[in-house]
């Protein structure tokens, strides 16, 4: 699998990828080899779409434009907006009007979206933005048939609107699970709604009968914050739980884009975007922070903040040794970026913290100390790899120098010894 | 009274390292202590280039200062000469695993595999180092403790080399500059040290903690070496030199 660079054999791949073609990964899903038919099958799909969740043509068109004006998004933003949408999923220019229809689309999908063991800190940072952008928008909008957070049922009403979707869009919904799925105890450290299920058979029962199934944040992707160490409630990501393909966005929060970027996708092909072997969409995640950072010129010139606040950091240095985990971190923030496409931490001026890389509560800390700081995990040993190896290197000094010392004593004594005695055996050794 | 050379026995000259085996030795001398040099600066990179003034007043800004940044692309260059060293690490090692099997001269198995009285030998061996006595003998082929200590330390270069390419191909996206091969090789053979090591970070420390086991060996190998010409008077410490050494063909207290 050419383009990934996390485990796992060719065979555990959800999607099947393979190796010769992996890496011309195609937003499209290789659906077809021919530019014309693959237009075609777009466009059928999207033709059949429209019809399905729009009542006539003035309900197609007016919808998008009616949410929009709500937050005062012009029909140019939005145009704007699309055309960044189809660059960053590596489409050609001319799938600009089919990635506004898809949005449009998008908004009347049936969609569910399950809270897990989470801050919620997703929901929050795609709907409470105060400037959102088209991505945040149609989040907000999209036919939620079931999100705790907003919809206006409660109690035994908002679980039977969840049931009820399950059944009457089989197949056809769209799956949001955001928050790691405890499983200890059967689930019972999470028990949601009136019935007081478990989390755990929840997100099971819901990803079975889903069109697709996305677990967005890390928690849900790789079990986050839930599931750091020592994980009281053995947490786990969404796709431990259901033996369905499971794209993940992680990130804490996830960036809306890439969301929205992977639903429009799945409206156009009908499919999943080509993932990595942790499941992450490769349009999104395919590259390292470190490799796409702007201050990389200042880490390659050895140009570094060493404080918060020097001068350094008023240039813009490289964050390497204030704890940086962008060499280790696989996103597009660099190039998405967040709070309405305008900034990222480095930008901001701290380091990457590794949020969308599985167990990163546990492997990127200290958040702000360089990786060769940080802790081995030996039983036993509470040390940094340097403190540890000095450790074993002076302690090999020592038994060298007192193996030196030793030497030289017994060699004197015997020495003496043998002048004394001067005898010996003769025993012919043999000669090669 | 019987006279000195008979006491030890005639000096005789043995044949220990080939040209090609010594060309080796001082190429992975060379290249560990590069890659021990650079790898540090990467884990810690302790020289700060560049003009600004609260970094320019330690000793090392100050001397080596080279000013803009377009001028002092001082990281680059100790990656570009760790992976130079990387290289001359990864063909040595290849190359020695196929002389310990197929050396005409020397062929390392007969001595490393531990099977019969290999295993033995190298605990006399061990014994003699704290007792002084009963050396044993060491003649055309390594001595089996020394093998056994050498083909570790093969080991040990051998994980750095795995978890140094998961490293290394954390910044392709899928194809290089030689073909999709050979990113697809790199993740296909170090894959694994993402599992066992807990993602990148670890497979980070554990590069740099290997590190020290290396140099660990450096200084014990290097010890033992002089000590051993200093104990045996067999010249041992000029095998990688000349490719000889010396052997008595009596020892000393058999
Ligand atoms: C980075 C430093 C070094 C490394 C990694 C290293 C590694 C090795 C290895 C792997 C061998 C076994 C050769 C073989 O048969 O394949 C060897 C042999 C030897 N090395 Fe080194 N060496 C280093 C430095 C030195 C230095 C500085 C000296 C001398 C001052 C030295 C003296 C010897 C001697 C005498 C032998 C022959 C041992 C024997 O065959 O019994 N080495 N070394
Ligand atoms: C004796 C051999 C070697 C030593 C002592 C050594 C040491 C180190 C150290 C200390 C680091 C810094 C780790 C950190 O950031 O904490 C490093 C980085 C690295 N090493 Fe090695 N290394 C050796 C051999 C190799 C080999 C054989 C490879 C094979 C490709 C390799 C590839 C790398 C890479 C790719 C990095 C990361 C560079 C970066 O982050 O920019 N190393 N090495
Ligand atoms: S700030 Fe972080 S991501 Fe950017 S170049 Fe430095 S180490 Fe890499
Ligand atoms: S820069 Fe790093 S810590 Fe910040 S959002 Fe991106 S992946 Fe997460």
């Given at each position: 699998?050419?383009?990934?660079?996390?485990?796992?054999?060719?065979?555990?791949?959800?999607?099947?990828?393979?190796?010769?073609?992996?890496?011309?990964?195609?937003?499209?899903?290789?659906?077809?080899?021919?530019?014309?038919?693959?237009?075609?099958?777009?466009?059928?799909?999207?033709?059949?779409?429209?019809?399905?969740?729009?009542?006539?043509?003035?309900?197609?068109?007016?919808?998008?434009?009616?949410?929009?004006?709500?937050?005062?998004?012009?029909?140019?933003?939005?145009?704007?907006?699309?055309?960044?949408?189809?660059?960053?999923?590596?489409?050609?220019?001319?799938?600009?009007?089919?990635?506004?229809r898809?949005?449009?689309?998008?908004?009347?999908?049936?969609?569910?979206w399950?809270?897990?063991?989470?801050?919620?800190?997703?929901?929050?940072?795609?709907?409470?933005?105060?400037?959102?952008?088209?991505?945040?928008?149609?989040?907000?909008?999209?036919?939620?048939?079931?999100?705790?957070?907003?919809?206006?049922?409660?109690?035994?009403?908002?679980?039977?609107?969840?049931?009820?979707?399950?059944?009457?869009?089989?197949g056809?919904?769209?799956?949001?699970?955001?928050?790691?799925?405890?499983?200890?105890?059967?689930?019972?450290?999470?028990?949601?709604?009136?019935?007081?299920?478990?989390?755990?058979?929840?997100a099971?029962?819901?990803?079975?009968?889903?069109?697709?199934?996305?677990?967005?944040?890390?928690?849900?992707?790789?079990?986050?914050?839930?599931?750091?160490?020592?994980?009281?409630?053995?947490?786990?990501?969404?796709?431990?739980?259901?033996?369905?393909?499971?794209?993940?966005?992680?990130?804490?929060?996830?960036?809306?884009?890439?969301?929205?970027?992977?639903?429009?996708?799945?409206?156009?092909?009908?499919?999943?975007?080509q993932?990595?072997?942790?499941?992450?969409?490769?349009?999104?995640?395919?590259?390292?922070?470190?490799?796409?950072?702007?201050?990389?010129g200042?880490?390659?010139?050895?140009?570094?903040?060493?404080?918060?606040?020097?001068?350094?950091?008023?240039?813009?240095?490289?964050?390497?040794m204030?704890?940086?985990?962008?060499?280790?971190?696989?996103?597009?923030?660099?190039?998405?970026?967040?709070?309405?496409?305008?900034?990222?931490?480095?930008?901001?001026?701290?380091?990457?913290?590794?949020?969308?890389?599985?167990?990163?509560?546990?492997?990127?800390?200290?958040?702000?100390?360089p990786?060769?700081?940080?802790?081995?995990?030996?039983?036993?040993?509470?040390?940094?790899?340097?403190?540890?190896?000095?450790?074993?290197?002076?302690?090999a000094?020592?038994?060298?120098?007192a193996?030196?010392?030793y030497?030289?004593?017994?060699?004197?004594?015997?020495?003496?010894?043998?002048?004394?005695?001067?005898?010996?055996?003769?025993?012919?050794?043999?000669?090669? | 009274?019987?006279?000195?050379?008979?006491?030890?026995?005639?000096?005789?000259?043995?044949?220990?390292?080939?040209?090609?085996?010594?060309?080796?030795?001082?190429?992975?001398?060379?290249?560990?202590?590069?890659?021990?040099?650079?790898?540090?600066?990467?884990?810690?990179?302790?020289?700060?280039?560049?003009?600004?003034?609260?970094?320019?007043?330690?000793?090392?800004?100050?001397?080596?200062?080279?000013?803009?940044?377009?001028?002092?692309?001082?990281?680059?260059w100790?990656?570009?000469?760790?992976?130079?060293?990387?290289?001359?690490?990864?063909?040595?090692?290849?190359v020695?695993?196929?002389?310990?099997?197929?050396?005409?001269?020397?062929?390392?198995?007969?001595?490393?595999?531990?099977?019969?009285?290999?295993?033995?030998?190298?605990?006399?061996?061990?014994?003699?180092?704290?007792?002084?006595?009963?050396?044993?003998?060491?003649?055309?082929?390594?001595?089996?403790?020394?093998?056994?200590?050498?083909?570790?330390?093969?080991?040990?270069?051998?994980?750095?080399?795995?978890?140094g390419?998961?490293?290394?191909?954390?910044?392709?996206?899928?194809?290089?500059?030689?073909?999709?091969?050979?990113?697809w090789?790199?993740?296909?053979?170090?894959?694994?040290?993402?599992?066992?090591?807990?993602?990148?970070?670890?497979?980070?420390?554990?590069?740099?903690?290997?590190?020290?086991?290396?140099?660990?060996?450096?200084?014990?190998?290097?010890?033992?070496?002089?000590?051993?010409?200093?104990?045996?008077?067999?010249?041992?410490?000029?095998?990688p030199?000349?490719?000889?050494?010396?052997?008595?063909?009596?020892?000393?207290?058999?």
């Open positions: 699998m050419a383009s990934e660079h996390h485990s796992d054999s060719n065979d555990s791949n959800p999607n099947g990828n393979n190796p010769d073609t992996d890496f011309k990964w195609d937003p499209l899903r290789f659906i077809s080899k021919k530019p014309d038919e693959v237009l075609k099958k777009v466009d059928d799909r999207l033709d059949a779409l429209e019809k399905e969740y729009f009542s006539d043509k003035k309900d197609k068109e007016e919808n998008l434009p009616n949410i929009l004006g709500i937050y005062g998004v012009s029909r140019r933003d939005f145009l704007k907006w699309t055309a960044f949408l189809t660059s960053a999923l590596m489409l050609p220019y001319i799938f600009k009007p089919r990635v506004a898809a949005a449009n689309i998008l908004t009347r999908t049936p969609f569910i399950l809270d897990m063991a989470d801050c919620m800190g997703n929901t929050e940072g795609f709907l409470r933005t105060a400037h959102p952008t088209p991505a945040e928008i149609i989040l907000n909008y999209v036919s939620v048939n079931y999100m705790e957070s907003i919809m206006a049922p409660a109690g035994y009403q908002a679980e039977a609107r969840r049931t009820e979707t399950v059944k009457k869009y089989k056809k919904y769209i799956l949001v699970v955001e928050g790691a799925i405890p499983t200890g105890m059967d689930g019972k450290f999470l028990t949601i709604g009136a019935k007081g299920d478990t989390g755990l058979k929840i099971k029962e819901t990803a079975k009968h889903a069109g697709v199934i996305i677990a967005v944040g890390n928690c849900a992707a790789y079990g986050g914050i839930p599931a750091a160490n020592p994980n009281p409630t053995s947490a786990v990501g969404l796709s431990s739980v259901t033996d369905r393909s499971v794209i993940n966005i992680p990130a804490c929060p996830a960036n809306p884009v890439n969301l929205v970027g992977t639903l429009v996708e799945y409206i156009l092909i009908g499919k999943a975007p993932l990595d072997s942790i499941g992450r969409p490769l349009w999104a995640y395919s590259g390292r922070l470190h490799d796409n950072c702007y201050r990389r200042h880490f390659e010139a050895g140009e570094y903040v060493r404080e918060w606040g020097d001068e350094g950091a008023k240039k813009q240095y490289c964050l390497y204030m704890g940086c985990k962008g060499p280790f971190t696989w996103n597009n923030c660099t190039i998405a970026e967040y709070n309405q496409d305008i900034s990222f931490p480095m930008r901001a001026g701290h380091g990457c913290i590794g949020c969308s890389q599985p167990a990163f509560w546990d492997r990127m800390t200290p958040f702000e100390k990786n060769a700081d940080a802790k081995i995990i030996i039983p036993g040993v509470e040390a940094t790899a340097d403190e540890f190896g000095v450790g074993l290197f002076a302690a000094g020592a038994g060298i120098a193996h030196a010392i030497t030289g004593i017994k060699k004197k004594k015997e020495h003496k010894k043998s002048k004394n005695e001067d005898s010996e055996k003769n025993d012919d050794n043999k000669k090669e | 009274m019987q006279n000195k050379n008979s006491k030890y026995g005639e000096i005789q000259l043995v044949h220990r390292m080939t040209v090609i085996k010594r060309i080796i030795h001082w190429s992975f001398f060379a290249a560990i202590i590069n890659n021990i040099i650079t790898g540090f600066y990467i884990a810690y990179p302790f020289l700060i280039f560049g003009k600004t003034p609260t970094q320019a007043d330690s000793l090392s800004t100050g001397i080596l200062n080279s000013g803009e940044t377009y001028q002092a692309f001082i990281m680059t100790m990656r570009e000469f760790h992976f130079i060293g990387a290289v001359i690490i990864d063909v040595i090692f290849f020695w695993l196929y002389l310990a099997f197929f050396s005409w001269k020397e062929p390392l198995y007969k001595s490393f595999i531990p099977f019969g009285d290999k295993l033995e030998e190298a605990w006399r061996m061990l014994k003699h180092y704290f007792t002084l006595k009963d050396k044993p003998k060491t003649d055309r082929y390594q001595d089996p403790l020394n093998a056994i200590i050498f083909t570790l330390f093969h080991l040990l270069i051998l994980l750095q080399m795995l978890t390419f998961q490293m290394y191909v954390a910044s392709f996206t899928g194809t290089s500059a030689v073909g999709a091969w050979w990113p090789l790199l993740h296909f053979s170090t894959d694994w040290t993402l599992v066992v090591f807990g993602g990148l970070t670890g497979v980070t420390l554990v590069h740099l903690f290997i590190m020290w086991l290396i140099m660990i060996f450096i200084v014990y190998h290097i010890y033992i070496e002089v000590w051993r010409s200093i104990m045996w008077k067999e010249g041992d410490i000029l095998i030199f000349g490719g000889y050494k010396y052997m008595r063909n009596k020892s000393e207290s058999e």
